[in-house]
C-alpha cells in the first residue's frame, strides 16, 4: 500500500453491520481500502497497515459505552511498535442506544491513541442508533434528515483532509424525551427478557454470581 492511500479499518466483527456499512459508504465517496479486524490470532499485519496508510479511518461499534476490547488491544500493539509518523486519523463509533454522549469515549480512545504516537487526529463522528439499523444504509435511520448531510459532510471531511468538528454529530441528533426514554427502556426490557425465557431460563432468578452468596 502506498502512503497516499486511505486505510478504512472495520473494528466489528460483524462484516455484514453498521460499522461496516460506514465504511462501505465513505469508500464509495472517498476511495480508500476496507480491512477488517482480526478477532483472533496477529494484530501485527493490522498494524503494519495502519503505518503505511497516510489516512485512517476506524469504524467500530460501541461496547460497554467505549471501544471494543480487540481494537484497544490493537492500539495498544500499534502503541508499542511505534513508526508513526503524521498519519491522519478519524474515528467512527456507532451504538445501539439513541444517544452520542455514551458512544463518545471510543473516540476519546482514538484520540488519546493519536496524540501519544504522532498520528494527527482529525475528530469522529458517533452514531446513536446503530443497532436499529443494523447494517441497513444510512438513509433507514430515524433521524435520517439530520443524520445523512451531516455524516456526509463528514466524509467531505475525510476527502479535504481537513478535521471535523464534534457539533457536526452532536447537532445532528436529538435524544428521546423523558417519555419516549421510558417506552424504550419497557420495550428492551422485554426485550431481554422474551430471550431468556427463550432459552428455558427464568428472568426472575437471581443474578448467577450472586447466587453462591445466599
Ligand atoms: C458486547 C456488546 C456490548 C454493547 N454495548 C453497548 C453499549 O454500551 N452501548 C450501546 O449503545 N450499544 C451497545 N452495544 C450494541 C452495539 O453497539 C450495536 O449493536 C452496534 O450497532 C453494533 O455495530 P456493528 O453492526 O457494526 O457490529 C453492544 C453490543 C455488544 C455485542
Known amino acids: 500500500m502506498r502512503k497516499s492511500d486511505i486505510l478504512l479499518l472495520c473494528a466489528s466483527p460483524r462484516r455484514m453491520g453498521t460499522s461496516a456499512m460506514l465504511l462501505k459508504r465513505i469508500q464509495a465517496a472517498a476511495g480508500g481500502e476496507i480491512i477488517y479486524l482480526p478477532q483472533k490470532g496477529s494484530l501485527h499485519e493490522t498494524v503494519l497497515a495502519m503505518q503505511q496508510a497516510a489516512v485512517i479511518v476506524i469504524s467500530g461499534p460501541c461496547y460497554i459505552n467505549t471501544c471494543p476490547a480487540r481494537l484497544i488491544e490493537l492500539l495498544e500493539e500499534a502503541s508499542l511498535s511505534g513508526g508513526f509518523s503524521g498519519q491522519k486519523l478519524y474515528g467512527v463509533i456507532n451504538g445501539g442506544m439513541p444517544y452520542v454522549h455514551t458512544h463518545r469515549h471510543g473516540l476519546t480512545c482514538l484520540q488519546l491513541f493519536a496524540e501519544k504516537n504522532k ?29 445523512v448531510p451531516a455524516f456526509d459532510q463528514f466524509i467531505q471531511h475525510i476527502k479535504e483532509g481537513s478535521p471535523s468538528p464534534d457539533s457536526l454529530y452532536e ?44
Not at 128 to 144: F, N, Q, T, V, Y
Not at 186 to 209: C, S
Open 119 to 147: 498520528l494527527a487526529w482529525q475528530g469522529g463522528f458517533a452514531l446513536g442508533g446503530g443497532a436499529m439499523l443494523d447494517g441497513k444504509p444510512l438513509e433507514k435511520h430515524m433521524s435520517r434528515k439530520k443524520i
Open 171 to 214: 447537532q445532528a441528533q436529538t435524544p428521546p424525551g423523558r417519555i419516549m426514554t421510558r417506552v424504550f427502556a419497557k420495550l428492551l426490557t422485554l426485550m431481554v427478557v422474551k430471550r431468556i425465557q427463550k432459552f428455558g431460563h427464568d428472568p426472575e432468578a437471581p443474578n448467577w454470581y450472586l447466587r453462591g452468596q445466599e
